[in-house]
């Protein structure tokens, strides 16, 4: 059984930092692309950043450019995103998701993606 699963989330205040991870089981992710997605309330779910099935491309949408990182942990087939100077524009519901694909190019639409996470809200206040 295919599954992913995030850590929780938190509360950051403006400008911190927070770390998400995504645990796979099931599967190994350098067969899969991997991405991370958020949804505020009210608001259509956005792709944040993804990691092609080698791992040699990525990608982040403009909002988050500069600030977080993508990264993956083979030995432990987890993958990380890591979210500095965090914005309160960033709160939402974080989840990461997974598809196979042939090729080694990633995306940040969400249909693609099959495998989903249960989400993590990650909330920045003051």
């Known amino acids: 059984q295919l599954q992913l699963v995030e850590s929780a989330g938190g509360l950051v205040q403006p400008g911190g930092s927070l770390r998400l991870s995504c645990a796979a089981s099931?599967?190994?992710?350098?067969?899969?692309?991997i991405g991370w997605f958020r949804q505020a309330p009210g608001k259509e779910r956005e792709g944040v950043s993804c990691?092609?099935?080698?791992?040699?491309?990525?990608n982040y949408a403009d909002s988050v450019k500069g600030r977080f990182t993508i990264s993956r942990d083979n030995s432990k087939n987890i993958v990380y995103l890591q979210m500095t100077s965090l914005k309160p524009e960033d709160t939402a519901v974080y989840f990461c998701?997974?598809?196979?694909?042939?090729?080694?190019?990633?995306?940040?639409?969400?249909?693609?993606?099959?495998?989903w996470g249960q989400g993590t809200q990650v909330t920045v206040s003051s």
């Open positions: 998701a997974g598809f196979s694909l042939q090729f080694d190019v990633c995306a940040l639409s969400p249909s693609p993606y099959t495998y």
């Open positions: 099931g599967f190994t992710l350098d067969h899969y692309v």
């Open positions: 990691m092609s099935r080698s791992g040699g491309h990525t």
